[in-house]
């Protein structure tokens, strides 16, 4: 058989699904073996879009997304792509095609030494010179980009290689893997921890936001009766109506909800990592009592050293320190009532919706028109903040954002993998202007795909965050505006439909016409929507004087102990 027909075999044998691709010479003997294959080919028109397409179906399958490019150009180009799988720890597998080993004729040509570029970028990466190694090589990748923490792998197949003819071979046999578990002492220990806290709350990360968390996860808040605040990417483990719910942290500075963990005697963090949100903001003054609860190791940080770690499979850790503290609860009152403060500060209650719209009534008419399953996809920008801080999420991974590589340029991608995904589920990325046009050209392989997403564009004509932040600086206004084409042209263009808020229109209006539209029609619908930041300086004033009221009445509460 030929070699590239027993790596597609030994994808399939993984449970390759897609493979997101843009294809090139080196790489056609295996987008031939895919041809033939239970495998779908996604090609897209950007390499980077691919994989973070692929990283995307990783972070919500737990199974690696796959990517296939060719050697050079087509190499670097995912190199975004892997970052944004390797901080966000997402399981994906990369595959790139290379000049041939034995007899490349062309020199030099398109060749860049992929193996290395991709070594710090990567949890793993071979390049396969026999292709009897296919199998060991393959089955290798698949096993790391999931093991904890999950991340990008990457496999370099040559041409030559590709093409040889090999004995007939199999895939090696797949073998389920049971994940360790926490040490017994390490387990009475946390339980005695939590047993002897006063005011304990838990911080619910991504690390939290995989299968069979939630569950055990719920049932231990519920029979402590200890409240948990979620960082951006932990945000819908623990439903936000719930009644121990305390939110979610959204800017890196002291916001509401940080008043629970200052309060705090003991924060349990849950799948936490450092890089999704900095302990700088919610232990500033370096005192925290950390019980540290997580797959992996912490990594160290001045302002984040836990007193214990408990290392090894979430779920079980927490079913097993739940049963040893028996019966052990504690007063929920106080954060009860920092549940309503901060519900009142966070929630708008109702919202002008006409354009230009301010970014927290944009919060609140998207879950206006978005069902509790629904998925709502955030590329990067200031609206990024506000969606964190004030959208409610009542599932695990209803709203998918980015703090970790914090690129722009992922939202449609993300957006269009959750399509792929969960193709019944209703699905809205929400995009600015910066960011969309730097993979927007995707927006005709959504149409080809026929998805029935809607992308909400969020228009303010310039990179905003960065003019927010220069202004914060006392800078000039300088450098940050540019032109747009008109969107709803540039939709249509791509055979997708484009729709407009005016002013006077709103936008729960014309994205419920629009996501009718995109059912019906079995396309993609943009909504050009502008949008008022100057909210962002007022968001600003408010917290400086409103967070250290809180918690000053919070501390009151508590007898005046800090």
Known sequence: MKASDLFVKCLENEGVEYIFAVPGEENLDVIDSVRSSSITLIV?????????????????????????????????????????????GMPLVAITGQKAVKDNWQGTFQIVDVVSTFRPLTKWNKSIVSAR??????????KEATAERPGP?????????????????RPLPRREIRRPVADEKALDQAAEMIRSARRPVMLISAGANRKRIGRQLINFLEKTGIYAVSTQM???VLSEDHPQSLFSMGIHKKDYVNCALEDADLVITVGYNIVEFPPFVWNENNDKKILHIDFVMAEPDVYYRPELEVVGDISHALWAIRTRMGDVSFDNAHHAELRKVFDEKLHEKSC????????????HGVREVMDRDGI???????????????YKTYRDNTLLLDNALATMGAGLASAMAAKVVMPGRQVLAVVGDGGFMMNSQDLETAVRLGQDLVILLVRDDAYGFIRWKQAQMGFEDFGMTFGNPDFVKYAEA???V????????????????????ATRRHLPVLVDCPIDYSENVKLERDLHGDVSHILACAVDQQGGES
């Open 44 to 88: 897209t028109r950007h390499e980077q879009h691919a994989a973070f397409m692929a990283a995307t179906y990783g972070r919500l399958t737990g199974l690696p997304g796959v990517v296939l490019s060719t050697l050079g150009p087509g190499a670097t180009n995912l190199v975004t792509g892997l970052a944004y799988a390797q901080l966000g």
């Open 133 to 142: 190694s296919i199998p060991m090589f393959v089955s290798h990748a698949f």
């Open 153 to 169: 792998v990457h496999i370099e197949l040559p041409e030559d290689v590709a093409g040889e003819d090999v004995p007939e071979d």
């Open 234 to 236: 932990g945000k819908g």
């Open 352 to 363: 002008k919706y006409s354009a230009p719209i301010k970014p927290q009534c944009l919060v």
């Open 376 to 390: 709502v996809c955030l590329d990067n920008g200031i609206y990024k903040i506000w969606f964190a801080r004030q």
């Open 494 to 496: 791509y055979g997708a």
């Open 498 to 517: 484009g729709m407009r808020v005016g002013e006077g229109d709103s936008l729960v209006d014309v994205l419920g016409r629009a996501f009718e539209t």
